[in-house]
């Protein structure tokens, strides 16, 4: 059980806008930023947004992220075939004093 | 470019012990905090442990805590996680990660992973 809470899976189809979406806390989410990683099949995790909507060097702009309250959520415009792959998201935990993941979203592109 | 590069996994029985080492190279390894995250397999991620960039503080989570000990060798760029008293469910691959803010699972640079695996 993740103290992070997301749906186990999500699709769309290319071209498509979708959004997945991470559910917490006032001890996580509520107080601190969120962060999305993009696991790519049998690769390590990549970092996709820090900071709630921050995107590192590289990151295609189809890609954005957003806060409010003990949620979070990541969009992903024009999907390409390229996106599939599993979502996570992570927080500091101020009660727990540690970091905190999702439990991961499986995208599938149709 | 930053690489981090784990090594030290393998097929270790209960009970038994194992460390892990990250080599990292491209960037001043003494001027950031370093931390470990597992994946069980088919499941998510779960941070494990974290250290301050002078060795000075570290954190672990719950399910390690009093078996895993992480160090650094900042002389050597090197990030090591000492694994004792391991259990069936430790088995995973073990990513280091490179943590750009403290207490914020910010992690900017991840190493290809090492599987370690605890089966008698």
């Known amino acids: 059980q993740s103290v992070l809470t997301q749906p186990p899976s999500a699709s769309g189809t290319p071209g498509q806008r979708v959004t997945i979406s991470c559910s917490g806390s006032s001890s996580n989410i509520g107080s601190n930023t969120v962060n999305w990683y993009q696991q790519l099949p049998g690769t390590a995790p990549k970092l996709l947004i820090y900071s709630n909507n921050q995107r590192p060097s590289g990151v295609p702009d189809r890609f954005s992220g957003s806060k409010s309250g003990t949620s979070a959520s990541l969009a992903i415009s024009g999907l390409q075939s390229e996106d599939e792959a599993d979502y996570y998201c992570a927080a500091w935990d101020d009660s727990l004093n540690r970091g905190v993941f999702g439990g991961g979203t499986k995208l599938t592109v149709l | 470019q930053v690489q981090l590069v784990e090594s030290g996994g393998g097929l270790v029985k209960p009970g038994g012990s194992l460390r892990l080492s990250c080599a990292a190279s491209g960037f001043t390894f003494s001027d950031y905090y370093m931390s470990w995250i597992r994946q069980a397999p088919g499941k998510g991620l779960e941070w494990v442990s974290y250290?301050?960039?002078?060795?000075?503080?570290?954190n672990y989570a719950d399910s390690v805590k009093g078996r895993f000990t992480i160090s650094r060798d900042n002389a050597k760029n090197s990030l090591y996680l000492q694994m004792n008293s391991l259990r069936a469910e430790d088995t995973a691959v073990y990513y280091c990660?490179?943590?750009?803010?403290?207490?914020?699972?910010?992690?900017?640079?991840w190493g290809q992973g090492t599987l370690v695996t605890v089966s008698s």
């Open positions: 990660a490179r943590d750009r803010r403290w207490n914020d699972p910010y992690f900017d640079y």
């Open positions: 250290i301050s960039s002078s060795s000075s503080y570290t």
